[in-house]
């Protein structure tokens, strides 16, 4: 007696398949990754606020020991950094007066070319935003 062969079905993927799946993953892929990389930069915007408002703690401290804003300055020897806390923004003094401040935040690095720009603070509590196709509303 002859022995029987059994036909076992072909497993596996076919080529078409497999680029039908590439493709799917591709476009997936070509919508996801901006999206993430806007919400990378949506978080990170938080770096420039917490920095803005913790200098600005540090100018009313200031003022209330001295009573004058002239004076702080940045840096090792300043009442705060230069740079934020997570070094997304380089932070600035952009007026001092006896009765008024401006602080800024300006972007740098991979947050450079962020959408909101430079962040500003005033003593009076104003937020701005400066250089970015976003308004205040939107980006604080």
């Known amino acids: 007696m002859a022995a029987q062969r059994r036909v076992v079905p072909a497993r596996g993927f076919t080529l078409i398949e497999l680029m039908v799946a590439v493709a799917v993953v591709g476009i997936l892929a070509a919508v996801a990754y901006p999206s993430y990389l806007g919400q990378i930069a949506k978080s990170r915007r938080s770096d420039a606020k917490q920095a803005l408002v913790e200098l600005a703690q540090r100018f009313e401290r200031f ?13 090792v020897a300043g009442i705060y950094p230069s740079k934020s806390p997570g070094g997304y923004y380089n932070l600035a003094i952009s007026s001092q007066s006896a009765d008024a401040f401006t602080i800024t935040a300006s972007p740098t690095g991979g947050q450079a070319g962020d959408a ?13 935003v400066a250089g970015g196709s976003l308004g205040a509303a939107q980006c604080w």
Request: proline share 4%.
């Open 116 to 128: 909101c720009g430079s962040f500003g603070y005033d003593s009076a509590g104003n937020k701005t």
């Open 63 to 75: 003022y209330t020991e001295r009573g004058t804003y002239v004076g702080p300055a940045l840096g």
